[in-house]
């Protein structure tokens, strides 16, 4: 059994930081100076702007292993314009760029770069340093094999596992040193073209099997008292604080000083509450030693939880929505907490992601037909920053799911998300203004008990039913409108459907549709075709969504009228 010294505690009390995330207009006044993507509020929404402008992540994640080769990349590009995103999500391995220690090779990192551009797409990287989902595995081997100088975290019989412990500042400093070089390169050859828009710090942190570490200084830190700094924390944001968060610090009596247990109880989710501390002062010191170098946003992702899952069974101490108030107290160099979304309750999720001091990103989620419907509510719904499906290198039918359906005339992609992808960026500007200004909704139908949903569209309320043949009552519906003026939406959807609209303001009662004209992009504009009226519009009742949509790239204008 392998300990470490109870000096390394003293990464624990590291904590002589502000407890503020991402907060409305406080953009980096750098970051606008010099042009470097950064987030910013404008009206009601934050946004990333890259270049002085705004801009929208229509993006995929790679397989983890697949960016430590620029050869086999080479045959990997031109799969991901084709499925018509902007941004590709790729990671960055410690043992690519430190194979040996103090010894850096970006060769890997600049073929990544050189590629994207010449693919004109983006680049979100994703630092797997200490950790990926929970694991050391993409650590050096001379870190990987050192256990007395990298500690692992440890079982409650003494068991080392395959993590690195988050309470080692050995561990910690090494980590964060080989991050600000890579940020100082990308400073270097990138700091002018912006290819690099964002950086995860890590991946998928947490503990598993058990609840938390129970190495000697861990168990020492979770005897001693919870640190001031987020007790002071807690104190200052009581009536902003996560509900779930709040009611285990209040039923435990809402102290203000004491151990863990006596803060938070002795229930596991205290252990969960414990190392979301530990990893969120971690990462703190990572983050700023590379926001030091290059100041581009930073954030963190989580692995949600499975239904009746309970720390240990889950990624305990990773930036869940629980544990949120402790993250932004531990690490107020990270920008925004993301969640990764692989379960059905899409919209539950990313409404627990969406804050004020939190713009949505969502890194990881299927792609599909489900992930078509999923971003059209993560745009409209909650002003999101960017969506990203994941494994999108997949060789043959990609995850992002094949429809084969083509708009007759023009090359789409075959898949669902990735057409899309297409229509969102050709709505890009008139969706980022829309969500400054308030003009964009949206809803979402997920699994079989959902049968309709209803939104806010103006002053009008939109109703929207699941409608279709066999599979129709599973498959998952979203809709986007985008008013255009009082009466005038533009909708865009996914999935089999129908609208009908309602208002429930002073006026007359009825609302009836003046017309609805389906549009195709043509010649750098949106163009009216058909008028849709007497059976495809239920006779001036409704709007009929069709599966086929996406594929074939078709919007929809509604004009609207009461009486």
């Not at 050995?170 to 390169?185: E, G, S």
Request: charged share 20%; aromatic share 10%.
């Amino acid at each position: 059994m392998i300990h470490f010294k109870l000096q390394n505690l003293l990464s624990y009390t590291l904590l002589a930081v502000s407890p503020t995330l991402f907060c409305g207009a406080q953009a980096s006044k750098s970051a606008s100076t010099d042009g470097i993507p950064h987030l910013e509020r404008r009206g009601q929404a934050p946004q990333l702007i890259a270049d002085g402008k705004p801009f929208l992540i229509l993006g995929g994640e790679l397989h983890n292993s697949s960016s430590s080769s620029v050869a086999y990349m080479k045959s990997v590009w031109p799969r991901l314009t084709a499925m018509h995103m902007n941004t590709v999500l790729a990671p960055v391995a410690w043992e690519t760029i430190e194979p040996e220690e103090g010894k850096f090779d970006f060769s890997v990192v600049d073929g990544l770069l050189e590629d994207a551009r010449a693919n004109n797409l983006k680049l979100v990287i994703l630092w797997f340093g200490a950790w990926k989902n929970t694991f050391s595995s993409y650590t050096p081997a001379w870190v990987k094999t050192n256990l007395s100088r990298f500690p692992r975290v440890q079982t409650s019989d003494g068991r080392d596992t395959e993590r690195l412990s988050p309470f080692s500042t050995v561990v910690r400093d090494a980590d964060a040193r080989v991050f600000a070089r890579l940020m100082r390169h990308l400073r270097e050859v990138d700091g002018e073209q912006h290819t690099v828009l964002m950086v995860q710090v890590e991946n998928e942190v947490g503990v598993i099997p058990q609840s938390r570490d129970h190495s000697e200084v861990a168990n020492a830190a979770f005897a001693a008292e919870v640190p001031q700094t987020l007790m002071s924390y807690v104190e200052k944001h009581v009536a902003s604080l996560n509900p779930e968060f709040r009611a285990t610090w209040e039923e435990a009596g809402a102290r203000t000083k004491g151990t863990w247990r006596e803060v938070f109880g002795k229930s596991p989710l205290t252990d969960d509450l414990f190392m979301a501390w530990q990893y969120a002062t971690y990462i703190e010191r990572v983050a700023a030693a590379g926001k030091a170098e290059y100041a581009l946003p930073m954030y963190a992702n989580a692995a949600l939880i499975r239904p009746n899952y309970e720390p240990g069974q889950y990624n305990s101490g990773g930036p869940l929505p629980h544990s949120m108030d402790v993250w932004r107290a531990g690490a107020p160099s990270l920008d925004f907490l993301s969640p990764d979304i692989y379960f059905n309750e899409f919209a539950h999720w990313a409404g627990e992601y969406t804050r004020r001091d939190n713009p949505l990103f969502i890194p990881e989620a299927q792609g599909g037909i489900t992930g078509a419907a999923n971003v059209l509510y993560a745009v409209g719904s909650e002003k999101a920053v960017g969506f990203s499906a994941f494994g999108v290198d997949d060789e043959g039918n990609s995850p992002l799911d094949l429809v084969g359906i083509t708009n007759p005339g023009e090359h789409v992609d075959a898949s669902a998300l990735g057409s899309m992808y297409l229509t969102l960026s050709r709505l890009e500007a008139t969706l980022l203004k829309g969500q400054g200004t308030g003009a964009l909704s949206a809803a979402l139908l997920e699994g079989d008990a959902q049968r309709a949903a209803r939104t806010s569209v103006g002053e009008y309320t939109a109703n929207v039913m699941r409608v279709g043949g066999p599979g129709a009552s599973s498959a998952r519906v979203g809709v986007l409108f985008i008013q255009t003026s009082a009466d005038e939406f533009l909708v865009v959807g996914s999935g089999d459907a129908s609208v009908t609209f309602s208002a429930e303001t002073p006026g007359p009662p009825i609302v009836g549709i003046e017309s609805i004209d389906e549009e195709f992009f043509e010649n750098g504009a949106w163009t009216p075709r058909r008028r849709l009226n007497g059976d495809e519009n239920s006779q001036g009742q409704a709007l009929r969504l069709h599966a086929s949509d996406v594929a074939q790239g078709r919007i929809y204008r509604v004009r609207l009228y009461r009486y």
